[in-house]
């Protein structure tokens, strides 16, 4: 079977500093992440060396402020230099998302002088973040969290545990959400957690279906002593800070699905280009070449999605409608896609030698990660039809 090499996705980009960024990730992600990407997730390795690369290469701070040590790069160009990491390894793609999210708090609410000290070193000196929202008990209903933080002194206490956190045991430093007051998203404050902090554990990793490099993990804080320094924003405010970074978050899920699908893409193409069966190739029958086109068509329409809400991100305009629509309709495609590549593929797409079964099994996660889809859903219908009326009795 003849190979059929994928085609660079053709994107509109707004500089040459842009293109070149694009060029680097790429070549990173050819050369460094998808030759060993199978063989490593299988064995569920986590490619810390590859993190170290992305962030000696500016790649892991792109969408900051360059005083810190990021790229001042815009989110429609940050975004789609994710997606080309997560085409190479699922793994590698949401874990700089992740990342991003965790520096976000920091980058946004942070003081003058917390930036200064803190964030150089998590944009660009090779340090690695974890994102601490989710609990045991409290996943969509992020507001009932029951980790709390009770302040001593100068410092406050943090006592809890909390769950699904990608890096969870391995990052070095936490944002975390504990509660310090009230019931409900009023009472919750943001704090930056050293990742060697007395008192931080990480659990053994979950035993997951896909994306086995990646280490999801509950974090557990036993009497976690942190001096009010490191709290981010005001106390009470964290719910709000956590949803701020969620919106953006969900736009680099939305990017790492489209790099996963034009992936699963790319490998159903050659193969049905190559795949000989009644004397042609079978991309020739018509039913193949319309699973490829609606294949295709779908990854464009995502692509286009969430580029146009990061632009709306970038001009300082309200983009949480557009970002969950991004996240459901990207992350369907993606689950929709990895499943057409595995048909296109037949026998072969079930078996390991091919890498559109791990495709299919990563693809899952990213309809569930930072709000599941019908979580995005309701914040869509609510930005359409208001909030929900709320009945008693």
């Avoid at 090499?5 to 040459?16: F, G, K």
């Amino acid at each position: 079977m003849p190979d059929r090499a994928p085609q660079p996705v053709d994107r509109q980009l707004p500089t040459d500093e842009a293109r070149d960024l694009i060029s680097l990730a790429r070549d990173i992600a050819q050369r460094e992440i998808a030759p060993r990407a199978a063989e490593e997730e299988d064995a569920g390795h986590f490619p810390r060396e590859i993190f170290t690369l992305l962030s000696r290469s500016g790649l892991l701070g792109l969408p900051y402020d360059s005083e810190y040590g990021g790229g001042d790069q815009p989110y429609e160009v940050y975004l789609q230099v994710l997606e080309e990491l997560a085409a190479a390894r699922l793994t590698v793609g949401l874990g700089v998302s992740v990342h991003s999210l965790s520096c976000h708090a920091l980058a946004n609410y942070g003081t003058k002088q917390q930036q200064v000290e803190h964030l150089p070193a998590m944009l660009g000196g090779g340090l690695l973040g974890a994102y601490c929202l989710s609990e045991p008990s409290s996943g969509s209903d992020a507001a009932s969290l029951r980790t709390k933080a009770v302040r001593d002194g100068e410092d406050w206490v943090i006592d809890g545990t909390k769950a699904w956190i990608t890096h969870g045991g391995i990052a070095d430093f936490y944002t975390v959400m504990a509660r310090t007051g009230e019931e409900g998203a009023r009472g919750i404050s943001a704090f930056l957690v050293p990742g060697d902090a007395a008192g931080l554990t990480g659990a053994a990793p979950e035993k997951k279906m896909g994306m086995k490099g990646s280490p999801t993990a509950q974090v557990h804080f036993d009497g976690v002593r942190v001096p009010d320094e490191r709290r981010l924003g005001e106390e009470g405010q964290g719910f709000a800070i956590a949803l701020s970074a969620l919106d953006s978050g969900r736009l680099g899920i939305a990017a790492c699905a489209i790099g996963l699908a034009q992936a699963a893409l790319d490998e159903a193409l050659a193969y049905a280009t190559g795949r000989q069966q009644f004397g042609r190739p079978i991309s020739d029958f018509q039913g193949l070449r319309f699973m490829l086109a609606d294949m295709a068509t779908q990854i464009e329409a995502g692509r286009a999605l969430y580029l146009a809400a990061a632009r709306l991100r970038d001009a300082g305009r309200p983009f949480a409608k557009q970002a969950a629509m991004a996240k459901l309709h990207c992350t369907d495609t993606a689950m929709k896609a990895t499943i057409d590549a595995v048909q296109v593929l037949g026998g072969y797409g079930y078996t390991a030698d091919f890498p559109v079964e791990r495709y299919m099994r990563e693809a899952k996660v990213l309809q569930i990660v930072e709000g599941t889809n019908q979580i995005q859903r309701m914040v869509i219908a609510r930005h359409l039809a208001g909030p929900e009326a709320h009945r008693t009795g």
